[in-house]
């Protein structure tokens, strides 16, 4: 058993959480064996001790994006979340292309391949509730589609002249029809009770009908039909329902001594704009002994608006004048999130249901230790 000892001090608590950074190295990159344990400290398990220490910060929450700060959780649990998002959160996309003609000039595989990865929205409840997922059959067996895991569509589109054209036309969108093909050509073609689920704005659809698919002139055509299917990131990135999902760790800036003036100005250019700023130094600060700004009253002096703007590029360490005046550092349990969503889900909903995700996973986890246990 290991030895005990006085507990931590708060500069000593606070000090656990930052990773250094230096002007050639990062230091403290590494957490205990055991995330959050020291030796000689008590750090069993506590929920509302969790419950204290953790938040959640929304900084904007827009249909596509999302940025927010997951505060006080370990760097194994804010991964898990990430990688849920990337690979297991169900979406619906195109999985069987069935080509009757195609004279364009992109040839079937490519444009099979390129309508995959077209992002597609319908009515939410009809998503995530009615549709269940597919599964491909055997080899030399007839698949089995039906109207919960098969979604039907078409493309049927012919590149003709436009008799309305004026002679002296040079742009091909006008001087043909069809010239461009756009996902926006694509048919919905609901079966059984989907059309329940998916009508009116909640029908099937491209999240962007201006995604272009194909190029053609005069003669050539396009028709064919496909299946969409429900699947998850982990099967193919087609399905995954986010452009990125992210995270950094939030910087700090601590100022140890005082910037003053023209110093302090070249200080806020050695970051992003917004992350430091300028202010008057106020009488009481001038009057106070070993503040450092002694007979400075209204000079200016720099300090930390939001080192959440900061790109930790270590540019002041570079110049001479600010050493031993500013330390940098990371919050090892203070992670940004962003999430893209592509428009099936929205970005927020995402986040809502890896929650879920990571909670069926971890009672997976329990039921196979209690099997194992007996």
Not at 273 to 295: D, H, T
Request: proline letters at 6%; hydrophobic letters at 35%; a negative charge.
């Amino acid at each position: 058993m290991a030895p005990s000892r006085a507990g931590p001090t708060a500069e000593e608590l606070d000090q656990r959480k930052i990773v250094g950074i230096n002007p050639e190295t990062v230091t403290d990159t590494t957490n205990t064996d055991f995330p959050g344990h020291y030796p000689g400290e008590d750090h069993s398990w506590d929920l509302e001790r969790f419950r204290n220490g953790f938040q959640i910060e929304f900084h904007h929450n827009d249909p596509f994006d999302a940025s927010f700060s997951l505060i006080g959780v370990d760097a194994s649990i804010a991964n898990a979340f990430r990688r849920i998002l990337i690979a297991d959160i169900p979406t619906l996309a195109i999985e069987s292309v069935f080509i009757t003609d195609n004279t364009s000039v992109i040839q079937d595989e490519v444009l099979a391949h390129r309508l995959g990865l077209i992002p597609f929205k319908g009515n939410q409840d009809g998503l995530k509730n009615f549709l269940r997922f597919w599964k491909k059959p055997e080899p030399g067996v007839e698949p089995t589609l039906y109207d919960f895991n098969t979604v039907m569509l078409s493309l049927n589109v012919e590149c003709t002249h436009n008799p309305k054209a004026s002679e002296d036309e040079e742009d091909p969108t006008k001087l043909y029809n069809h010239a461009h093909v756009y996902a926006k050509d694509i048919q919905f073609h609901p079966v059984g009770r989907q059309k329940k689920y998916f009508s009116g704005e909640g029908a099937i659809a491209p999240v962007h009908p201006d995604i272009l698919i194909a190029k053609m002139r005069p003669g050539q055509a396009i028709e064919l039909t496909m299946h969409m299917h429900k699947g998850v990131g982990s099967d193919h990135a087609k399905f995954s329902p986010v452009a990125t999902a992210s995270y950094r760790l939030m910087p700090t800036i601590t100022i140890t001594q005082p910037i003053l003036g023209k110093d302090a100005e070249k200080f806020a250019k050695c970051f992003p704009k917004g992350v430091i700023g300028l202010e008057k130094v106020s009488r009481k600060e001038a009057a106070q002994k070993g503040s450092g700004y002694e007979g400075h009253e209204g000079e200016l002096k720099a300090v930390v608006k939001d080192p959440m703007r900061d790109t930790v590029s270590r540019e002041c360490l570079r110049h001479a004048e600010f050493q031993g005046k500013v330390r940098l550092g990371r919050r090892r349990d203070h992670f940004i999130f962003s999430i893209e969503s592509t428009g099936q889900w929205n970005s927020d909903d995402l986040f809502l249901e890896s929650v879920v995700k990571l909670k069926e996973k971890c009672a997976k986890l329990e039921k196979q230790v209690i099997n194992m246990a007996r």
